[in-house]
């Protein structure tokens, strides 16, 4: 059985525990964010009789109503492909999943054409993937015919996206493909997409800085510092065959814009194992030297921070910075977790004590600015239940003046850069859409 191999990456990072390098950023501004509408359509492959697999038309967005202050709208399209066998029509031999961002600019329409024409190109790169997997698929399933053995499980492959960035300035979009073709796991890989919102032009490492040569030297130096810190050094191939410009700086497309700054993927095999899954660098926007000012960010304070990464901020407004740490303390094998949380040396990982965290891999954790009118600066922890995914969610802590941590509360989810929290009239943690209204 011919079998296609497939990079993976596991949704997001995996950080190790153990606190280091201290980073020190100023609160920004609040600033709008856009709103997402939805559409669904499912469309199916079927066999003809020429064997070509044919593909129905998605339908249309919606018409451009309810515009965020940047007057962007994004509708999601969606379509369920279906791989039958030639020789059995009623058996399965691979599903798909597609979802992909249709994007609408009120000022630039022209520019909106381009991003989606470029979109389109990446969802088409899918398609003729997985139609080309389908064939991998029936050879997989007439072995299993022929030796009677059962062992056939119809393959399965997913492309979604998330909108990481989008304003009047640039769109920055992470595309994931998951790929299950038998065997111990799936396969997944995931890349991102950056346009400028006023032209539609794809944007590039290269074209980020009028001096690409020196902010390309500023990644590189970020970028290393990172790597050597003790929160990747469970994460990072002991002797590495590939240097972080070859595998980040030199790949066009593992990296994105968020509103904390810019943000590297690695996924597995790249400077990791398997078992490290998906880690990301990430560079605040205060560290970009030389990044240009279009593509600058100015909205409401939020800084992702991935476990045993430490930072200076001014949490609770006494014009003193502390130093905060969230990490997550294991073994090499990843077998067993605890989170550990401190502020200026102090542990305050008893504040997890009553909370039922279950699975602490989802990647960062993040200090944001929930309430500009007031002084303080929250922690937001994520912990993921697999078995009740209403118990997913995103916990709140404060750094009082009194130096101790306040539980604020959750709100459902893991926390990404695209999350709006807010506070209601009541004091309550409440989540809300992009154009800030209550979800």
Not at 223 to 235: K, R
Not at 350 to 368: E, I, P, V
Request: some cysteine.
């Amino acid at each position: 059985m011919r079998k296609r191999q497939f990079i993976s990456i596991l949704t997001l990072a995996l950080f190790l525990s153990g606190c280091s390098a201290q980073e020190t950023s100023s609160v920004q501004d609040t600033e709008g964010f856009i709103k997402k509408e939805s559409t669904e359509t499912a469309i199916e492959h079927t066999e003809e009789k020429d064997d070509e697999k044919n593909t129905s038309n998605l339908s249309e967005p919606s018409d451009f109503k309810n515009t965020d202050v940047f007057g962007i709208q994004i509708t999601e399209m969606t379509e369920q492909p279906v791989y039958h066998a030639k020789k059995a029509p009623t058996d399965v031999v691979l599903e798909a999943s597609i979802s992909y961002p249709r994007i609408a600019i009120a000022e630039h329409p022209a520019a909106a054409d381009k991003i989606n024409s470029a979109i389109e190109k990446e969802v088409e790169t899918f398609r003729k993937f997985e139609a080309e997997n389908a064939g991998y698929a029936e050879e997989a399933y007439l072995s299993s015919i022929e030796t009677k053995d059962g062992s056939f499980q119809a393959y399965t492959a997913d492309f979604s996206y998330q909108v990481k960035r989008c304003d009047d300035k640039l769109i920055s979009i992470v595309f994931t493909q998951n790929d299950f073709s038998g065997g111990a796991h799936a396969n997944t890989w995931s890349y991102g997409a950056a346009f400028d919102a006023s032209s539609g032009e794809r944007l590039y490492l290269e074209s980020l800085s009028k001096d690409s040569t020196a902010f390309l030297q500023t990644l590189s130096e970020s970028l290393n510092a990172q790597a050597a810190l003790p929160a990747y050094q469970n994460y990072l191939f002991d002797d590495n065959p590939a240097s972080i410009e070859e595998s980040l700086l030199g790949n066009s497309v593992c990296w994105y814009f968020d509103r904390s700054g810019l943000s590297f993927i690695c996924n597995p095999y790249v400077l990791g194992s398997y078992a490290a899954g998906t880690f990301e660098f990430n560079i605040p926007y205060e560290s970009l030297n030389g990044l240009k000012k279009e593509y600058a960010y100015s909205g409401s304070f939020i800084r992702k921070l991935f476990p045993g990464i430490s930072a200076s901020y001014d949490l609770n407004g006494d014009s003193v910075t502390e130093d905060v740490c969230y990490a997550i303390s294991t073994d090499e094998s990843f077998s067993y977790a605890t989170p550990v949380l401190t502020v200026n040396g102090k542990d305050f990982s008893s504040q997890f004590d009553k909370l039922y965290m279950t699975y602490l891999w989802t990647g960062a954790y993040y200090l944001m600015d929930i309430d500009p009118e007031d002084h303080y600066i929250e922690i937001a922890i994520s912990n993921q239940n697999s078995e009740n995914p209403a118990g997913t969610c995103t916990h709140f802590f404060r750094y009082d003046s009194s130096s101790h941590i306040v539980y604020l509360g959750n709100v459902p989810g893991i926390m990404n850069e695209d999350m709006q929290v807010r506070y209601n009239a009541n004091g309550n943690l409440i989540l809300c859409n992009r154009s800030g209204e209550p979800m």
